[in-house]
């Protein structure tokens, strides 16, 4: 039987729902330092307004993720779509109030845990079984590409100036908010992409999926653990990076902005670089146990760099090796389970973990640089992680092989 041909549209779609999502939560870390100042808002607040998305995230990606499968996507997105535009008025109107500013994000965080279950399950739906491992990188850029445009609008709007600057990245949001909503309506009209079907009980359900044994979950239950560990550790970096190059090292918020670019930019890069990796046989296990020792070998070495050295390491070899981490852990859905499998169900389980590492990086970093040593505390704390998450993805490859087996 030949296989079912790659639906671009509908992978574009999903990318597209998941990379707006990614921008709402990382339009934050460049304004950041311009909210502190302007409104006094405490480091370990601050780093709350990032871990509240991943709060709503936790609590409700499982329940999401059934409601989903049972409902289909459409509501469920333009609920999604009126939450951003609703929230970012709040915040917009009344910045100076830290907890209602709190609250906000944290409904942003509710729209943000439905696109993230239904763009990639989206994604995979419409690749097809050839397609895994294209719409699997494509999917892992979702994150960078939304701190990337969030990056790019806050260099050109220039948020040295303490005043209301930064809401040029609200009102950016919005707008594409709204956009994607007129987009999804149209494609539900014409049809011709998996928008996420619904299925009224279990009986209806994908044969497929009723058919996965306890072996498949608890392998799903370990890679939502190392997306935890991962998690961890990159947030803590792309949250806390522009404030450090301000603070640490003298930059301005608009310099920090631009910098960030780079290992944005690269991180991007080996999203997609992973696919041909993987599409040549490399198992994806592998390949994540080796990108998060590269990763934990940076933080170990970065304390002992000179400048030039170090510079070079976090923004390029750390980033690189971070482009392909993501990329492993969205294709292990399909890699467990069978694309056919790769329901809402089992990418809620992923972003369940996900979200979890997301909800404690932000402020722990928050919390280790603000009583605990300042920045030098960072970097060993973040290797121990990252080599934590190289071990356990060996210990995934052993139990794929058992599956498969």
């Not at 990056?151 to 950016?172: P, T």
């Not at 990108?291 to 070079?312: N, R, S």
């Amino acid at each position: 039987m030949a296989q079912r041909a790659i639906n671009w549209t509908g992978i574009g779609f999903g990318f597209g729902i998941m990379a707006l999502a990614a921008y709402q939560q990382l339009k934050l870390p460049p304004a950041l330092p311009v909210l502190i100042d302007a409104y006094g808002f405490e480091r370990i607040l601050g780093g709350a307004f990032m871990s509240v998305y991943a709060l709503s995230g936790l609590l409700l990606s499982l329940r999401l993720g059934g409601l989903i499968q049972r409902h289909g996507a459409l509501v469920f997105l333009y609920a999604a779509f009126a939450m951003f535009v609703v929230a970012a008025m709040v915040m917009m109107i009344w910045p100076e109030n830290g907890w209602v500013f709190l609250a906000a994000r944290a409904v942003e965080g509710v729209a943000f845990a439905i696109l993230a279950i239904a763009g990639p399950s989206i994604c995979t739906a419409n690749a097809g079984p050839g397609g895994l491992a294209i719409a699997s990188g494509i999917v892992a850029a979702w994150i960078p590409v939304g701190g990337l445009i969030a990056s790019l609008v806050a260099a050109g709007v220039g948020l040295d100036d303490a005043g209301g600057n930064w809401r040029v990245l609200w009102i950016v949001g919005i707008v594409a908010a709204a956009a994607l909503a007129v987009w999804t309506r149209r494609l539900h009209q014409q049809g011709g992409i998996d928008l996420g079907r619904p299925h009224a009980d279990a009986s209806t359900a994908r044969p497929a999926l009723l058919s996965a044994t306890p072996a498949h979950w608890r392998s799903m239950t370990l890679a939502a653990f190392l997306f935890t560990l991962w998690s961890v550790q990159f947030f803590a970096y792309v949250t806390w990076l522009p404030a450090y190059l301000v603070e640490a090292r003298g930059v301005s918020v608009s310099g920090a902005a631009a910098l960030f670019m780079i290992p944005t930019a690269l991180v991007i890069l080996f999203n997609l670089l992973a696919a041909p990796i993987l599409r040549a046989g490399v198992p994806v296990s592998l390949l994540l146990a080796a990108a998060a020792a590269v990763q934990g070998g940076v933080w170990l070495l970065l304390p002992v760099l000179g400048p030039v050295a170090a510079g070079i390491a976090a923004f390029g070899v750390y980033a690189a090796a971070a482009g392909l981490t993501p990329t492993c852990l969205f294709a292990m859905p399909g890699t467990i389970f069978g694309v056919d499998r790769a329901t809402a169900k089992p990418f809620a389980v992923l972003m369940t973990g996900r979200n979890l590492g997301v909800l404690l990086g932000p402020v722990v970093t928050g919390w280790l640089v603000q009583y605990l040593g300042g920045w030098a505390t960072l970097p060993p704390t973040l290797s121990g992680i990252t080599l934590a998450l190289a071990a356990g993805a060996l210990i995934l490859h052993r139990r794929l092989g058992q599956i498969t087996d």
